[in-house]
């Protein structure tokens, strides 16, 4: 358009000087009136030739905004890609209550994809493969019940998908409980799956406003990924056994009920913390944005004693 106003406003071309003579009348008025008006006729024509076919104007957002729209593109793969390559680490877990204590097989263990049609579902959750053993890290209150059961009546079923991404359903008995840092781990046979374990990352260089993503299964809904940023660092959080878990991550990625004991990661597919916990609207159930993960580095330090012992390292000496 700047272009179209310059062009406007030039001046107008001059007619050429002519001498006066009484043997020359003014028969040379007509052709200088007829050539002011050949010459804007044409400067009108060109003018309107300009307004209704230069593609200046409308090239250059379209240029301006090629670039813009590739990277978004560019970082949506990303985003797809990153899901594709965790979301097989991460499983979906059951809390059932049997109608009957099941009897068990000759080999001691239950098959809980044959388990009592009348199973209740209790509760759901989340959690991640944590080697290629068949341990899964999750939360200590998705398992609670479990954890405290004295009838037998009470148990795990864990979907979760191997390798090549085929999905299975076992029974994932407890192999370790920490309620101070609301952490557990379950084990599930294996035998002839090749799993692949979550890549496990680092909370100690984590700065406020870097990007996170949770995958888990909110009210059952299986493999769901959500997407934020870190909103704050060194949080604390109430423990199930009442104690402050410090040092908790804040993320704004939604978490909800089933989120549970699944991963918060980084952007570059690595674990930085477990989901946890969320801030409600009173009487709603509502996430309001407030959610909070244990860090990694402390789920790194407490996961093997879990697993070799069965408690933390700090309950070996009480």
Excluded at 222 to 234: A, F, K, Q, R, W
Excluded at 290 to 316: C, E, H, K, M, Q
């Amino acid at each position: 358009m700047e272009m179209l106003a310059s062009l406007h406003t030039l001046p107008s071309p001059l007619p050429p000087t002519t001498t006066s003579s009484s043997s020359e009348p003014s028969y040379k008025t007509p052709f200088i009136t007829r050539r002011r008006a050949i010459i804007s006729a044409s400067t009108a024509a060109i003018a309107s030739l300009l307004h209704i076919s230069n593609p200046i104007p409308s090239l250059y957002p379209a240029i301006a905004l090629q670039p813009q729209q590739v990277e978004l593109d560019q970082e949506e793969d990303r985003i797809v890609r990153l899901f594709q390559e965790t979301s097989p680490s991460v499983v979906f877990i059951e809390d059932l209550e049997l109608a009957k204590i099941p009897k068990s097989s000759s080999k001691g263990d239950r098959d809980v994809v044959a388990e009592d049609e009348d199973a209740k579902v209790e509760g759901t959750g989340s959690g991640f493969i944590w080697d290629k053993f068949g341990h899964i890290v999750t939360n200590y209150h998705v398992v609670d019940k479990l954890a405290t059961d004295q009838s037998g009546l009470q148990s795990c079923k864990v979907l979760l998908a191997d390798a090549s991404g085929t999905s299975f359903y076992k029974e994932g008995k407890i192999v370790g409980i920490d309620p101070a840092y609301d952490l557990a781990v379950l084990k599930v046979d294996v035998e002839g799956y090749e799993l692949k374990p979550i890549v496990v990352g680092t909370s100690r260089d984590l700065r406020v406003g870097q990007s996170c993503f949770a995958i888990g299964n909110p009210f059952g809904y299986e493999n769901t990924l959500t997407t934020g940023v870190v909103s704050g660092l060194g949080r604390e959080i109430p423990s199930p056994n009442g104690r402050a878990i410090r040092g908790a991550i804040q993320t704004d990625a939604a978490i909800n009920a089933g989120n549970s004991g699944g991963p918060l990661i980084d952007s570059y597919g690595h674990v930085i913390g477990v989901n946890t916990a969320t801030f409600t609207r009173k009487g709603t159930g509502i996430s309001s944005g407030i959610n909070f993960a244990i860090p990694i580095d402390t789920v790194v330090r407490t996961v093997p004693y879990l697993i070799v012992y069965g408690t933390p390292y700090s309950n070996r000496f009480q």
